[in-house]
């Protein structure tokens, strides 16, 4: 009923910068938050970021200023800016959104490494 494409992604250098974007199609195009989280190998999935339909966001203590959350939960985008990533970043990142149900991308992979 819904689905969210996430494009983006790859592998990048320490320092570098990457994007990732996120759309949702289907029933549902309007949500109360989008978010990106990420599951790295042999960790729990946790959130990195998130934007709400005000306008307000919130971002994990290990991405702050280096991370961008941007988008807009009631037109279905959301994107991240990583900037300064580092290979600690490396992880499969997962497009999330709520409106009264919780839906999930497929994820994409991105990885620092030098």
């Known amino acids: 009923q819904v689905q969210l494409m996430e494009t983006g992604g790859g592998s990048v250098q320490p320092g570098e910068s990457v994007t990732l974007s996120c759309t949702a199609s289907?029933?549902?195009?309007?949500?109360?938050?989008m978010a990106w989280y990420r599951r790295a190998p042999g960790s729990q999935r946790e959130l990195v970021a998130a934007i709400y339909a005000n306008g307000s966001t919130k971002y994990a203590d290990s991405v702050k200023g280096r991370f961008t959350i941007t988008g807009v939960p009631t037109q279905s985008t959301v994107n991240l800016q990583m900037d300064s990533v580092k290979p600690e970043d490396t992880a499969i990142y997962y497009c999330?959104?709520?409106?009264?149900?919780?839906?999930w991308g497929q994820g994409i992979q991105v990885t620092v490494s030098s």
């Open positions: 999330h959104a709520r409106s009264g149900w919780e839906f």
């Open positions: 289907g029933k549902i195009t309007s949500f109360v938050v």
